[in-house]
C-alpha cells in the first residue's frame, strides 16, 4: 500500500497529465459550442484540481469504471425514485437526455425547459445540451464534456458529467471553518472519527478499506446502531457490510458500493467513496447543526471570557501604574536643597536611574496599557459587546493626565535640579575663587606690616634712602595693584552670603582680617612715604646720577650681550647670496662699533662724577649703586670680549664666502653637462620613436639603423658616468639644489634607462617582424602596409589601440567583422582583456589571417613522397633524406605502424604529422 506522501505525488503528476489531455479537449468543444454562463465560478478544473489524492492512473482501470458505475447509478436513484422513475444502465439510460433532465429537476427543485419529444439523435442532443446548458448556467465550467458523447453512450464522458453534478449539488456547498467541497468534507469526516481507535482519515480511497472510518461515522451520530467496541481493524467486509446495511436500513442511505470492491482495489476510487461519504454528511445534518450551535456558543463564551480576563488585566495594570506615579510624583515635588555639590550631583544620579531604569518599563506599561484598552475596544465592538467603561479613575485619559501631571513635575525636577547644580558650582567656584585670592593676598601681606614700621634709612646712605623710596614708590604701587584684589575679595564674601553658602561665617571672618589689615597697610605706607621723602633730598644729588647710571648701562650691557651672541651664532648658508649678506650685516655691526664706544665711556663718566662728588662732600657710605648690579668692570670687560669676537666672525665668514664659490662651480659643472645628456636622451627617444612610425626602407635597413643608434647609445655612457662622478661630488658637499638645470641626476638615470630599454624593444620588434616575415611568407609591403594601419589607427599615438580602433582599423583593411566574429580576434590579439593591442600583437594576428601557414595534410604528403607512396616509412629512408639531428627526432618520436601489411620498424608518419599540429592524442 502507498504511504499518503507517495500517493500525493502520484495523485499530483497524474494530474497534471490529465489535465492537459482535458484542456486539448476543451479546446475542441470550444470550437464547436459554447454555453451561458453566470456570475458563480464553480469550475469544473478548479474541481478536479481540488482532487489532489485521485489516482489518475485508474482512469482506464475496468475496477475503478465498475465502482463509478454503482455508486452514481445508485445515487442518481436515490433522487430519481422521488420522481417514481429510476436507470439500470447509466451511459444507456441518459442518451435521450429525458432522465437527466428529470434528475436535475429532483435534485436543484428547479424546472427545466420542455424537452424535445422525437426520438432522432437531434433530438437526444438538444435534450442533452438543455441539461448541460443548465449545469453551465449553475457557474459550473464543463470542461470536455459535450452533448455528442452522452448520445453516443460514452461511458467516461457520462461518469464525468455525474459527478460534475454531484460536486455541483451534493459536495459544493459542504463547508467547515471556512473550506469548501473535498476539503471541507474531509475536514468533517476527520473531526468526527477523530476520538476512536485505529480510525485515521487522511483521504478518500485507502482511509476507508477496513470499514472502520464508516462505522465511526455512523456511531458518532447513531451510538445505539453500532457497538463500535466490538469491531475489529483486520475484519474489513465485516465492518463494511455492516456500515453499508445500517445505512440503508436506518439512515435512508442507498448502497452504493460493494465491500469486496472496496477491499480488493489497492487505492479505491475516491469519487465513488466522496459521494457515498457525502450522503452521511446530509443525513447527519441535523446534528451537525447542533453541534455547530454548541460550538457558537462555547466560541462566544471564550470570547466572553478573553475580554473579561482583559478588562481584569487592564484593571491591575492600571492600578498599578496610577499607584506608581503617586509614590512617584511626591519625590519629584521635593525640592529640598542640599549644602553640597556631591550630594546635589547623588541626587542627580537618582534622577538619572529613574529616567533610566525605573521610567522605561512604565512607559512600556502606560503604552501597553492604552494597546489592550484599544484592542478590547475593537474585540467588544467587533463581537457587539457595549464598549468597556474601565472603573472610576482608571480611564485611558486619567492614566494620560496622571503621566502628564508626572511628566510637567518630573520636568520642573530636573529643571530645579540643574538649577541647583548650576547655584552650588557657582557657589563652589565662587568660594574656591575666594580662597585662592585670599590665600594670595595674605601670603603677598605676610610681613609687609614689620617692613613699613622699620627705621632703616635712618642709617643709610643717599643711594640706599633713594632706593628705599623708590622701593617704597614700588610697593605703593603694588598695594594700589592689590586694591582691585581686596575689593574683589570683599565682593565675592557679599555674592557668597547673598547666595546662601553653608560657610559663609567663615567667610567673613576671614574677608574682616584681609579688610583690618589693608587699611592697616595704608597708615603705615603714607607714614613712611613722608620720612624717606625728607632723606631722599639729603642724598638727591648722588641718587640722581645713579639712577641715570643704570638707565644707560642696562641698554648698553643688553646691546653687547646681543653682539656677543650674534657674533658666536653659527649660520647655515646654502649660497653666495645668503653669505654675501651676512658679510653685509656684519660690516653694518663694525660701523656702529665707534658710537657703541662713546656710549661706554660716558656711562663710565657718570661714576666718575659720582666718585668726584663723594670726594668733595667727603661721604663715607658705600658707593654701590641700589638700582643696577652692572658695575665698571663688567662693562669693560664685556667690551673687550666684543673687541675680540669682531675678528673672529670675520675671519669664519670668508671661509664660508670661499665654500659657497666652490659649491656655486661644482653646480654650473654638473648644470652644463646635464643640460646636455638630458636633451640628447631626449633626442634619441625621439628618433627611435619616430623610426617606428615611418617605416623608411626594409625591416633589415630598419634593423641596421636601430643597431648603430644602439652603438651610438652604448658610446655614450662616458658622458652619462661623467655626469654621474659631478653628481657625486655634489652629493658629498651637501648641495641640495641646482638653480642651474632642471635635469635631476634620478631624471638622467631613468631617462637613460629608459633609453636602452626602448632601443632594445625596438630591435626586438624588427626582429620579431622578420622572423615572421620570412616564416610565414610576408612581404615587405605588407608589413608596411600593416605598420602603416597601426600608425594611423593608434590615435593616441602611445604605441597601442582600443578595441574601437582595432574595429575600425580592420574594416579599413577588407575584414567583415560581425560581433561573434571581432569577439574571436579580441580573444586571439588580448587574450588577457587588457583593452590595449600592441603592435606585436596586431602583425601576430595579421600574419596568421593573410600568409601561406603550412598544414598536417601538407606535411603528410611530404613524408608521403620521401616513403615512396607507403602508408608508413621506415627508420634508414628518414636517415637517408633527412639531416641527421632530424631524422633521430623523428624516428624517436613516430609511433609503430600498426596498418597492413605489418612491416618491422614502420613508423606511422600520418599520426606523427597530426600530431605536430595538435590534431590527435599523441
Known sequence: ?????????????????????????????????????????????????????????????????????????????????????????????????????????????????????????????????????????????LVSIGAEEIVDGNVKMTLGMIWTIILRFAIQDISIEETSAKEGLLLWCQRKTAPY????????????????????????????????????????????????????KELDIPKMLDPEDIVNTPKPDQRALMTYVSCFYHAFAGAEQAEMAANRICKILGVNQENENSMADYEKLASELLQWIQRTIPWLENRTSEKTMQAMQQKLEDFRAYRRLHKPPKIQEKCQLEINFNTLQTKLRIS???????????????????????????????????????????????????????????????????TLVQKDYESVTLTEVRALLRKHEAFESDLAAHQDRVEQIAAIAQELNELDYHNAAGINERCQKICDKWDSFGTLTQKRREALERTEKLLETIDQLFLEFAKRASPFINWVEGAMEDLQDMFIVHSIEEIQNLVAA????????????????????????????????????????????????????????????????????????????????????????????????????????????????????????????????????????????????????????????????????????????TVARTINEIETQ??????????????????????????????????????????????????????????????????????????????????????????????????????????????RELPPKQAEYCISSMPPYRGSPSVPGALDYASFSTALYGESDL
Open 197 to 248: 481507535r485505529n480510525v485515521n482519515v487522511q483521504n478518500f480511497h485507502t482511509s476507508w478499506k477496513d470499514g472502520l472510518a464508516l462505522c465511526a461515522l455512523i456511531h458518532r451520530h447513531r451510538p445505539d446502531l453500532i457497538d463500535y467496541s466490538k469491531l475489529q481493524k483486520d475484519d474489513a467486509l465485516y465492518n463494511l457490510n455492516l456500515a453499508f446495511e445500517i445505512a440503508e
Open 586 to 757: 656684519h660690516e653694518q655691526f663694525k660701523a656702529t662699533l665707534p658710537e657703541a664706544d662713546s656710549e661706554r665711556q660716558a656711562i663710565l663718566g657718570i661714576l666718575n662724577e659720582v666718585q668726584k662728588i663723594m670726594q668733595t662732600y667727603g661721604i663715607l657710605t658705600s658707593v654701590a649703586n641700589p638700582y643696577t648690579t652692572i658695575s665698571y668692570e663688567e662693562i669693560n670687560a664685556k667690551w673687550a670680549r666684543v673687541k675680540q669676537l669682531v675678528p673672529q666672525r670675520d675671519s669664519a665668514l670668508q671661509e664660508e664666502v670661499v665654500r659657497q664659490h666652490s659649491n656655486e662651480r661644482l653646480r654650473r659643472q654638473f648644470a652644463s653637462q646635464a643640460n646636455v645628456v638630458g636633451p640628447w636622451i631626449q633626442h634619441k627617444m625621439e628618433a627611435i620613436g619616430q623610426s617606428s612610425i615611418e617605416m623608411s626602407g626594409t625591416l633589415e635597413d630598419q634593423m641596421n639603423q636601430l643597431k648603430q643608434c644602439e652603438e651610438v647609445i652604448i658610446n655614450y655612457k662616458p658622458n652619462v658616468d661623467k655626469l654621474e662622478g659631478e653628481h657625486q661630488l655634489i652629493q658629498e658637499t651637501l648641495i641640495f639644489d641646482n638653480k642651474h638645470t632642471s635635469y635631476t641626476m634620478e631624471h638622467i638615470r631613468v631617462g637613460w634607462e629608459m633609453l636602452l630599454t
Open 384 to 450: 457587539n459587546r457595549p464598549a468597556y467603561m474601565p472603573s472610576e479613575g482608571k480611564m485611558v485619559s486619567d492614566i494620560a493626565s496622571a503621566w502628564q501631571r508626572l511628566e510637567q513635575v518630573e520636568k520642573g525636577y530636573e529643571e530645579w535640579l540643574l538649577s541647583e547644580i548650576r547655584r552650588l558650582e557657582r557657589l563652589e567656584h565662587l568660594a574656591e575663587k575666594f580662597r585662592q585670592k585670599a590665600t594670595t593676598q595674605e601670603i603677598w601681606s605676610h610681613g609687609k606690616d614689620q
Open 1 to 141: 500500500m502507498l504511504t499518503q506522501v507517495e500517493n500525493r505525488r502520484v495523485t499530483q503528476v497524474e494530474n497534471r497529465r490529465v489535465t492537459q489531455v482535458e484542456s486539448h479537449i476543451a479546446t475542441q468543444m470550444e470550437e464547436s459550442s459554447q454555453y451561458n454562463h453566470h456570475n458563480y465560478e464553480y469550475e469544473l478544473q478548479e474541481y478536479m484540481l481540488q482532487e489532489d489524492d485521485w489516482d489518475r492512473d485508474l482512469l482506464l482501470d475496468p475496477a475503478w469504471e465498475q465502482q463509478q458505475r454503482k455508486t452514481f447509478t445508485a445515487w442518481c436513484n436515490s433522487h430519481l425514485r422521488k420522481a417514481g422513475t429510476q436507470i439500470e444502465n447509466i451511459e444507456d439510460d441518459f442518451r435521450n437526455g429525458l432522465k437527466l433532465m428529470l434528475l436535475l429537476e429532483v435534485i436543484s427543485g428547479e424546472r427545466l425547459s420542455k424537452p424535445d419529444q422525437g426520438k432522432m439523435r437531434f433530438h437526444k442532443i438538444a435534450n442533452v445540451n438543455k441539461a448541460l446548458d443548465y449545469i453551465a448556467g449553475k457557474g459550473v465550467k
Open 770 to 879: 622578420i622572423l615572421t616575415r620570412d616564416a610565414k611568407g610576408i612581404t615587405q609591403q605588407q608589413m608596411n602596409e600593416f605598420r602603416s594601419s597601426f600608425n594611423h589607427f593608434d590615435r593616441k599615438k602611445n604605441g597601442a589601440m582600443d578595441p574601437d580602433d582595432l574595429r575600425a582599423c580592420l574594416i579599413s583593411m577588407g575584414f567583415d567583422l560581425g560581433e561573434a566574429e571581432f569577439a574571436r580576434i579580441m580573444n586571439l590579439i588580448d587574450p588577457n582583456n587588457t583593452g590595449k593591442v600592441t603592435f606585436p600583437s596586431f602583425i601576430s594576428f595579421m600574419t596568421r589571417e593573410t600568409a601561406d601557414t603550412d598544414t598536417a595534410d601538407q606535411v603528410v604528403a611530404s613524408f608521403r613522397i620521401l616513403a615512396g607512396d607507403k602508408p608508413y616509412i621506415l627508420p634508414e629512408e628518414l636517415r
